[in-house]
């Protein structure tokens, strides 16, 4: 399964960003898609993940802010990230996770700043 995702860059605190990742490969069904970030100096953390059969699993902090979504046909998952705060600047990375197997994307950076 390979992984490439898109959409970081900067931002203001208060704004929008919106990332993208496209899955290939052996995409299966029962799979689960998602987001994590890591700042500097910190462990990786859950940002949200989403699974085939719709439920979703957000991060304490970015609840009711981040919603993820999946379009299934493009084999694709994406983050809508609101009201973005300094503490959400990180990078942000793709997973792809089928029973053991987990994939990594490349990581793409979000910096909130003013």
């Known amino acids: 399964v390979q992984l490439q995702a898109s959409g970081g860059g900067l931002v203001q605190p208060g704004g929008s960003l919106r990332l993208s990742c496209v899955a290939s490969?052996?995409?299966?069904?029962?799979?689960?898609m998602g987001w994590y970030r890591e700042a500097q100096g910190s462990r990786r953390e859950l940002v949200a993940v989403?699974?085939?059969?719709?439920?979703?699993n957000y991060g304490a902090s970015v609840k009711g802010r981040f919603t993820i979504s999946r379009d299934y046909a493009k084999g694709t998952v994406n983050l809508q990230m609101n009201s973005l705060k300094a503490e959400d600047t990180a990078v942000y990375f793709c997973s792809y996770v089928f029973g053991n197997e987990v994939y990594w994307g490349q990581g793409t950076q979000v910096t909130v700043s003013s």
């Open positions: 490969g052996n995409i299966f069904r029962d799979d689960v």
């Open positions: 989403m699974a085939k059969s719709g439920n979703t």
